[in-house]
């Protein structure tokens, strides 16, 4: 396989052909100057096309090994581009877990328009089985999920997929083209948020798509320009900013996270540590086959298992900011049962495993130590209050 390295990554980042500028040029306008009616240099309007999100767009394509990309809004303008692929009467099989966004959009929008769409824990190949029926048209996948971070066997899928001439998306912004690529592996479309590690400076909005076949693509560009929720110049630039320094990045992300998934396995306030780089993760053994390094994202439930305790350790922390997100150079932490999932049952929340205490933590680019000495500093302190409340009770 392929993997894409600093070197190539770098040099997907296009020279200007006009100036020699090594950074792509900003092209703030809404339109082009036509020769003659019709007659132009490939631009006629900013909407249909833009040179700086197009110098993004092919660079995305070649970070994912697809035949073309496409810049959006946001990942979920760019999920709802893929979306509108099918048409009333179809039928979406899509992971369980998958993020709220997501779900908001094809169970509240979609659903009135006709589209009906199956959760499912697609960790289990056989539960794809058992839901496919001739309406099925798209298989919807996030590998790794959040927060307990599930692996799906991406080939696995592809097979099943193909099989049923269903078309199979990745939602890849996890683990991102260094770690995991999904179209190698059998995917027709790959969607990232390009908000979280692609951009990867916490600064943007913006999603993209990538494509595997030039039918696709068409039918992509056709819906990018009809729709018109495309990215803006700047934005377009920002994201390629980032990607000049993505495969350094989530190298040391990941660094940082196993030495911190590690340390806090073995203290004595943790309960559950999801890393999908530990031995005892559920899907390790698919994680170790179908990425080349773990990423940046921790979650970890805590002995005493309750808000409470996950929100005192939360206001202990320095140098992990809470917030939601994820991605960035920052360290990030937050407790999804009361923010990114608070609109889940709590029964519900408990059986795909977000505990009361569950925190997530986004690992960022500090020294791991200081990231250590921060998450012990704070663990101490909810673990002193765990025993004065244990020496309490008795
Ligand atoms: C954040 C996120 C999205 C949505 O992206 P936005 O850029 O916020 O619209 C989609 N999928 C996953 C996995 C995400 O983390």
Redesign the pocket.
Known sequence: MSQSNATQVIHSIPVCELTGAVSVPIYQTSTFVQEAPGVHKGYDYARSNNPTRAALEKIAAQLEHGVAGFAFA????A?DAVLKLLKAGDEILAVDDI?G??FRLFTHVYEKFGITVQYVDTTRIENLVDAISPKTKLIWI?TPT?PTLKITDIQAVGVLAKAHDILLCV?N??ATPILQEPLLLGADLV?H????YLGGHSDL???LVITKSQELADQIKFIQNASGGILAPFDSWLVIRGIETLPLRIKQHSVNALQLAEALENHPAVDKVYYPGLPHHVNHAIAKKQFSGFGGIISFSLKNDTAEQATHLLKNLRYFKLAE??GGVKSLACHPASMTHKSIPREKRLQTGVQDSLIRLSVGLEEVEDLWKDLFDALEIAHEQTIAQICKAH
């Open positions: 946001s990942g979920l303008a999920i993020y966004g997501a996030e959040n939602d912004t996890f969607v948020s390009a908000t979280k909005i913006a999603g997100s994820l």
